[in-house]
C-alpha cells in the first residue's frame, strides 16, 4: 500500500515548489503572536484558547492542508508530470494512499507540532490546552489532506476550491450558521480536544464519537474516491 | 507482447470527434504515425497508452486491454510530448525513480542513461536541460525496463539535427531488436527516413496503411498543379498538351500564367524544360501550386 518512490516524489515536489514558503511562514507567525503575546499578557488560558482555536486550529491547520493536500498531487496533474507515476504497474490506490501519507504527515510537521509548541508559549500547557490542540491539529491534518488531496484529483482548481472550503464554510459559516459547524474537521477535531483538555476549557458542537466517525468516514470515504478517480485519469491530448 | 492492435476505435471530446472508427495494428519494427496537426495522433497514442478510454471499440496488447491495466506497463514504455517532468530531481535521480517504480534498481538506470548518453549530464538539475536532452531523459525513463512496445508522441521536436540523427539510429536499433516502436510525426520527411511502415491519419480517420514506398507513390503520383509563366504561353500549353503528362492546361489571360495539371510527376518535371528548349521558349516562372502537407494529406484521403 506505501511506496517509497512515489513518497519520495511527493514531498520533494512538496517541498521544492514556491508555494512551501506558506508551510514555513503561517507556523512562523503562530509562534510570533504566541511568544508575543505571553511576554505582554502573561501565561493566560483564554488567550490561549483563542489563539490556538481561532487561529491555529480554524485557519492555519486548513491551509496548511490545502497547500499539502493539493500539492501532493494537483501540480503534477496540471503540467502532465503524473504520466511517469501512472506509466508504471503500481496499484493506483497505492500512489493515493502513499500520497495521503505524506501529505498528513507534512500537514502535522507544520501545524500540530507548531501548535503545541505555541501551546506551550502561551500557557505552559496549563489545562492540558496545548495538548489538545495539537492532537485536534494532527486528527484534523489526516481528514483535511485527504479531502484536498481529493480536490486535487477532481478539479484543476483545487487549491482555489480547498482555499474556499477551508475560509468560506469553515471559518465563515461556521461562526454564522450553527448547522454548517457539524459537518466541519475543525468542530469533530475539536470534539477529540473538549476531551483531552480541562473540563470546560475547549467545547465542540459535537460529541466525541460522532466526531471521530465523521473524521474517520470522510477520511476512507475521499480516499477511496481519490484512488478511483486516479484509475480513469484522462490527460487530454495536446491537440 | 509486441502487437497493438486498435478495433474499431472511435473517440469524442463532446460534440468533437478527435478519432473516427481507426482499426489498426502494429506489430514489431518501427512504425510512423504521420498526419498533420490536429488529425488526432496524440489521441490514439494517448488510448494505446492507457491514458484516454476509447468512446468505442478496443485498444489492445497482444489481446490485453490497455485501459485500466497498469500491469500492461511491464511491457510498454511511453515518451509523452509534454515538456512537464519533475524538473527538481537531477536527470540521474529521474531515471532511478523511473526504474524503482518498475521494482528495478541503480544498474538498470544507469544502462538506460547510457543508451541514450546522457550520463555527462545526468547529475544536474533537469530543470537545466535544452529540450533535446529532456527528450533523452524521457527516452531513458522510458526504456528502463526493457518494454516490448515504445510509444512516442511527437519524439523530434525541438531537437537540433544532430540530435534527431542520434535518436532516430536508437528507435532504428530498438526496431530491429523486434521491439514495436511507434512514433508519431507530421513532418513527412522525418516519418521517410525512419519508418518502413506507416499509418497516416487526417481529420481522425485512418486515410492511408503500409510500406512507405506504396504510400509515398500515392503521395507523388497524385495529379500535381503548376503555375508556369512563360514568353510565350501559348506555345507552350499546344506543346505541353501534346504529351499524356499532362491532364488539363488554363491559359489564364487575366493573370498571364498558365495552370497545369500534371498526371505523371516524373515524366512532367523532365518534360517541361525539354518541350521550352525544343520551342525556344524561356520559362519565366514554374511554380507548385498545391504542395503544402494538408493537401497532399487531403489526397491520399480521397484515393
Known sequence: MYNATVARLTYRGLLGRRRAFILFALPALLLVISAALRMLTGADDQTATDVLGGFALATMVPLIGVVAGTGAIGPEI??????????????????IFTKLVVAVGVTAAFSALPTLMAGFLLNGNSQQIAVAYAVAAAVASVAY?????????????????????????ESLFGNLIPGARTLSVQQWALALAQKIAGEGAITSEVGLTQGLVLLVGVTVAATWYAGRKLRTLTLAGEE | MTTLRIDNVSRWFGNVVAVNDISMTVGPGVTGLLGPNGAGKSTLIN??????????????????????????????????????????????????????????????????LATVEMEYAQDRKIATYSKGMRQRVKMASALVHEPSVLLLDEPFNGMDPRQRMQLMDLLRTMGAEGRTVLFSSHILEEVEQLAAHIEVVVAGRHAASGDFRKIRRLMTDRPHRYLVRSSDDRALAAALIADPSTAGIEVDVHEGVLRVQAVDFGRFTSLLPAVAQAHGIRLLTVSPSDESLESVFSYLVAA
Open chain 1, 78 to 95: 496540471d503540467d502532465g508530470s503524473v504520466v511517469y507515476l501512472l506509466a508504471k504497474p503500481v496499484k493506483r490506490p497505492t500512489i
Open chain 2, 47 to 112: 488510448m494505446m497508452g492507457g491514458f484516454l478510454a476509447p468512446s468505442t471499440g478496443s485498444v489492445t496488447l497482444d489481446g490485453q486491454p490497455i485501459w485500466r491495466n497498469e500491469q500492461i506497463y511491464r511491457h510498454i514504455g511511453i515518451v509523452p510530448e509534454r515538456e512537464a517532468m519533475y524538473d527538481f530531481l537531477t536527470g540521474a535521480e529521474f531515471v532511478r525513480a523511473n526504474a524503482e517504480l518498475h521494482g528495478l534498481g541503480a544498474k538498470e538506470a544507469q544502462h538506460a
Open chain 1, 145 to 169: 489532506s485527504a479531502i484536498f488531496l481529493l480536490l486535487g484529483t477532481i478539479t484543476r482548481h483545487a487549491v482555489v476550491a480547498g482555499l474556499v472550503y477551508a475560509l468560506v464554510w
